[in-house]
């Protein structure tokens, strides 16, 4: 079915007869930079109007992936901002909602993957501005769609927001280094002393041809630390995250059956 939530076309059609419906939308447009509102202001509009819509249809419970938030007293990058702001109007708004936080997901498909693979495949030297010192836990794409596809049928999770990790806290110049060496590939990193988030992002959308407008938000988020709260997700929904090697290792494979790594 056809749906856009930024005008509510297509919602009640789409919610009718649903017990649980997984919200996945996330705004990054160049506008967003442009007009200084745009970002937030169509997440906000379409989460405010699929919970009126999913109201209306009865809708028991929504499921959202967002991303972990910073460490408190911490600057909030606009990107996380909005997500959080998402978070809370279906926690609010569907009071039986479940919310995920995730940081940087393993997968042939995840952008962010692709970026860090990309840099590798394509650079001999690896810039690592001051962010390479920053920690978070990555997790498999396999973990993050296996907590998504349990959460309508775990009632303690009612009401309440989970950060979603991997096995292992790595540094963001550790992984980019882990990935490098399960390619298979020499890289050498070049430690730099500031980091130009306008000008570091230009750069890695001419090296990765990921739009800017993708890459600029997501080297905002690299800034701090982000980690999990705590690791009661893996408890409740009972999981058991895959280690970050496996991961990767399976991202790789499943990218190389549908297009070539050169620097594999």
Request: proline share 6%; charged share 25%.
């Amino acid at each position: 079915m056809r749906v856009d939530v930024v005008t509510g076309e297509g919602l009640a059609a789409a919610l009718e007869a649903c017990t649980d419906a997984y919200y996945l939308v996330h705004s990054m447009e160049r506008a967003d930079y442009e007009d200084g509102r745009g970002f937030a202001d169509r997440d906000r509009r379409g989460a405010l109007n699929f919970v009126e819509a999913a109201a209306a249809a009865g809708v028991r419970r929504a499921i959202y992936l967002g991303g972990i938030a910073p460490p408190p007293g911490t600057e909030v990058s606009r990107h996380m901002a909005s997500r959080l702001e998402v978070e809370r109007i279906l926690l609010e708004g569907l009071p039986d909602s479940v919310a995920f936080r995730a940081s940087i997901v393993i997968g042939a498909r995840s952008d962010s993957f692709r970026i860090l693979v990309r840099l590798v495949e394509r650079l001999r030297l690896l810039p690592f501005p001051t962010w390479r010192d920053n920690r978070t836990a990555p997790i498999d794409e396999r973990d993050a769609i296996e907590y998504l596809a349990r959460a309508p049928n775990v009632a303690a999770a009612a009401g309440r927001s989970f950060d979603i990790v991997g096995a292992e806290v790595l540094s963001y110049g550790e992984m980019i280094c882990r990935i490098a060496e399960l390619m298979g590939v020499a890289r050498s990193p070049v430690r730099l002393a500031a980091t130009q988030t306008p000008a570091a992002a230009a750069v890695v959308s001419a090296v990765t041809g990921v739009q800017p407008q993708l890459v600029r938000p997501l080297m905002e988020s690299l800034a701090t630390d982000l980690l999990p709260r705590n690791r009661e997700a893996a408890r409740l929904f009972g999981i058991r995250p895959r280690p970050f090697d496996r991961a990767v290792e399976h991202a790789l494979a499943e990218w190389e059956r549908s297009e070539p790594l050169a620097a594999r």
